[in-house]
Nanobody, 125 residues
Framework: QVQLVESGGGLVQAGGSLRLSCTASGRTFSSFTMGWFRQAPGKEREFLASITWSRDTPYYADSVKGRFSISRDTTTNTVYLQMNSLKPEDTAVYYC??????????????????WGQGTQVTVSS
């Protein structure tokens, strides 16, 4: 059974940075895509970034390109989301996602097979 465990959320001032981590377990992820979504109160869950496990190819939502960076460590089965220049509108619950198929900006959340429990990120002004 696949498990995704996120960490690294918290409270940060506008302009600051946070790094989220997601450690995966339960199977081999060499053919998977892993990534991050977020959901703010009253809004739909939105794609942020993804990375292919085998080729290390990143994909980004236009809204975060240049501010957020995704990476992965295959030795620890961990995917990271480095978030810089944070804004109050980045406040949301951030979810780790994994799927055997490639997913990116046009993928709807309903198509994703595996989710983490979410971690809160709050950016104060």
């Amino acid at each position: 059974q696949v498990q995704l465990v996120e960490s690294g959320g918290g409270l940060v001032q506008a302009g600051g940075s946070l790094r989220l981590s997601c450690t995966a377990s339960g199977r081999t992820f060499s053919s998977f895509t892993m990534g991050w979504f977020r959901q703010a109160p009253g809004k739909e869950r939105e794609f942020l970034a993804s990375i292919t496990w085998s080729r290390d190819t990143p994909y980004y939502a236009d809204s975060v390109k240049g501010r957020f960076s995704i990476s992965r460590d295959t030795t620890t089965n961990t995917v990271y989301l480095q978030m810089n220049s944070l804004k109050p509108e980045d406040t949301a619950v951030y979810y780790c996602a994994a799927d055997p198929l490639l997913f990116a900006q046009r993928t709807t959340p309903g198509a994703i097979d595996y989710w983490g429990q979410g971690t809160q990120v709050t950016v104060s002004s």
